[in-house]
């Protein structure tokens, strides 16, 4: 496994992060390994795994997100894609960051088998690229539904150029306040 810094630098840390697995193949098939502590542990990933999460998306198009959670339930979240192809997106919502509301997109599929690991204080959605996606997520901490909060994917203030039309969306990600509308922006 091995983990590099995204551009989103600057700002506190830790920093989100590409994870390369590395992939043992023989003529049983293939074995990588998909969480390791004490590798996450120096990109800010110190507790466990609090909730492990699947999502199955059936149309490409689809865009989940952009979701959060507020202080004190915020957490970290190894995103992986076990089927398909998708365009990811996180935002900085650190409110001490001079990348706040700036977006980092990155094309993540089950072929490279490469994930995206994301600290605190960001919000995550993402696009699926190809009918049939699955993904796996990881949590450091458990869902808080009163720390529960999102930006709407059409934000125009986020500037984020979706390669597909936005559709199949969920109301409740369409009626998140605009970034110019939130309290304490």
């Not at 959605?125 to 999102?150: C, E, I, K, N, W």
Request: glycine share 8%; with cysteine; aromatic share 8%.
């Amino acid at each position: 496994m091995k983990l590099e810094v995204t551009p989103l630098q600057g700002g506190p840390s830790p920093v989100p992060a590409l994870v390369r697995r590395s992939a043992f193949r023989d003529a049983r098939g293939v074995f990588s390994r998909l969480f390791a502590l004490e590798e996450l542990a120096p990109f800010g990933w110190s507790d466990g795994i609090a909730h492990i999460n699947h999502s199955a998306t059936p149309h490409a198009g689809t865009v989940r997100g952009l979701h959060f959670q507020e202080p004190p339930h915020a957490e970290m979240k190894l995103v992986t894609v076990l089927q398909g192809k998708i365009f990811d997106v996180i935002v900085d919502m650190r409110k001490d960051s001079p990348n706040r509301f700036l977006p980092l997109t990155v094309e993540l599929s089950a072929e490279t088998g490469t994930a995206l690991l994301i600290p605190q204080g960001f919000a995550h959605g993402f696009q699926t690229l190809t009918d049939d996606v699955a993904l796996l997520y990881l949590h450091s901490a458990a869902y808080a539904p009163a720390a529960a909060r999102g930006l709407r994917p059409d934000d125009p203030a986020l500037s984020i150029s979706w390669p597909l039309p936005l559709k199949h969306c969920s109301e409740q990600d369409r009626a998140w306040p605009l970034i110019g509308h939130r309290q304490g922006s």
